[in-house]
């Protein structure tokens, strides 16, 4: 009996242990006030399409075993085949999940374009990363000659886009190597988007807690990047709204070889998932409760061989708070 007993005690203790070290998700952080109406509303009970979202949406999100199987089955092969999606692990998000996605089409004056992922942070407010905007050429860093946006949709293809009035990036940005930070763009709109259940601002913090507390919060990557090694080799990204949850590190400097304070270092989980092409400007969420704040937005890729896998350097949004 005092064996018994004795097994118990110990029993008990390990279970408060365990739940004492359990980390729960601290409350939400400061944020700026760039809309008229509260940030960081959406709803995650809402999975798959609307009426107005994309049909390719309805596909049920994977559960956490079979995103485990479907990564351990990627390695025992060798990596990705072809037709994998790079987004290994990812599912369809709907908009009314992440109601402040927007999607961006930018044109340049030499006649290229390119197509990225932002987030609404204000009534005329868009948020995304410098080199969505720029190209890097003998003569210096060009500007795009129009952007274009799309909010309100999961499809990116849907509804009318708006021709932005401004955009303008960084000064400190360097479009030769992304690294080195303040890799940041704001884009104005010509009037105020319509706010409802499908457009809605996301909360920008102007501090986290991303190295400590803030483990505990849900975090996910969202954009429209490429979806296989045939898209990406053709540089054709996804229609649909994808989410990835993922895993960050503030200390970028060890994890991502980028630079600490202004970068958090994120990947996907499992390990081998990750964003692409398309994605470059999209957030970083993390949601406190139901409040969704961008702690950060896609800049680039560590690996220069596996570019939809591994690690990332995401713009840390807080270090630019004041700009």
Known sequence: MKHVDGGLLVFALLLFLHESLQQTCPPAPSHLSLASTPCGLSNLARDGATDVEARQLSAASPNWFVRAWNGFLSVLAGGLRQGDPLII?????????????????????????????????????????????????????????????????????????????????HSNFDRSNLRKGYDIALIRLPTSLAFGPTVQPICYPTSDDLGTAAAACDKKAYGWGVLSIKDYLKRRTSRTLQKLDVTVSDRAARDCSAVDGIHVCVWGTPSSSGPCNGDSGGPLVVRYGDQAYEAGLLSGSVSTKDKCTGRFYYTRTSAFADW
């Open 89 to 169: 692990n990812g599912a369809p998000a709907s908009i009314s999940e992440a109601p402040f996605m927007a999607h961006l089409s930018v044109d340049f004056s030499s006649g290229t374009s390119s197509s990225c992922s932002a987030s609404i942070i204000g009534d005329q407010w868009i948020l995304t990363a410098a080199h969505c905007i720029t190209r890097a050429g003998n003569k210096g860093t060009t500007l795009a000659s129009k952007v274009t946006v799309r909010v309100g949709n999961a499809d990116r293809t849907a509804g009318s886009g708006i021709s932005s009035t401004s955009f303008k990036y």
